[in-house]
């Protein structure tokens, strides 16, 4: 299978496997997986113009992801909500329509690297390289034959220009209040931070 971008470069997915590998820094089964999603997604919707994607988890997969997006479509966009799932939606722009991927546990059980790495049930005294070596062999093995997906409509409210810019009720900074809620996301309990005092900041100590 040969890919394109807008230089006419083509690229097997092999070449886009190891880009995604150097992309990322070190081989992991996540990116490989995320290749594969990506492909798979993009195959079934070649007739959409704009296609975007929605990645359930910030470990490995969007490196995979973003190198096949990238390379096949490279206006695309896409962005991590994390659900800490292997999974990822893949949408018309237009429309919120789209199918969403994920590794099926049933179908790992044929692949029992694959399956004790995404159960976490593999021998944790390996090291990451020693560990994480065959399940990648395993998934470019497996290739498609892991991945379930579904079709899907996405839900998520988006900003518009005439969505309101208020105050947070609590920690008073701006933010777009796209449902008419009166707090942040992050004063609603769902932040993916939380403070600490500046003594208590490693990255500040000697």
């Not at 996540?30 to 994607?53: N, Q, T, Y």
């Not at 049933?106 to 004790?116: A, C, L, R, V």
């Not at 996405?154 to 208020?166: E, F, G, H, N, Q």
Request: one cysteine or more; a negative charge.
């Amino acid at each position: 299978m040969k890919t394109e971008n807008n230089d006419n470069e083509e690229y097997s997915l092999n070449d886009l496997i190891n880009m995604a590998i150097e992309f990322h820094g070190f081989p992991v089964p996540g990116a490989v997986i995320g290749v594969f999603m990506a492909d798979w997604a993009l195959e079934l919707l070649k007739d959409v113009p704009k296609v975007d994607a929605i990645i359930e988890t910030w470990l490995c997969l969007p490196s995979g992801i973003h190198t096949v997006l990238r390379y096949r479509r490279n206006k695309t966009q896409f962005r991590v909500v994390d659900f800490h799932k292997c999974a990822a939606t893949f949408y018309d722009k237009k429309t919120g329509e789209g199918i969403r991927f994920y590794l099926d546990t049933e179908k790992t059980k044929d692949f029992p690297n694959i399956h004790g790495w995404y159960l976490r049930t593999l021998d944790h005294d390996l090291g990451k390289g020693e560990r994480w070596a065959p399940v990648t062999e395993e998934f470019l093995l497996a290739r498609r034959k892991v991945l379930s997906y579904e079709y899907v409509k996405i839900v998520v409210p988006k900003a518009t220009l005439s969505t309101p810019v208020v105050s947070c009720k609590e920690c008073n900074e701006l933010f777009l209040s796209v449902e008419g809620q009166e707090k942040c996301e992050a004063c609603s309990g769902k932040a993916y931070y939380k403070r600490i005092k500046e003594e208590e900041c490693l990255l500040l100590k000697e």
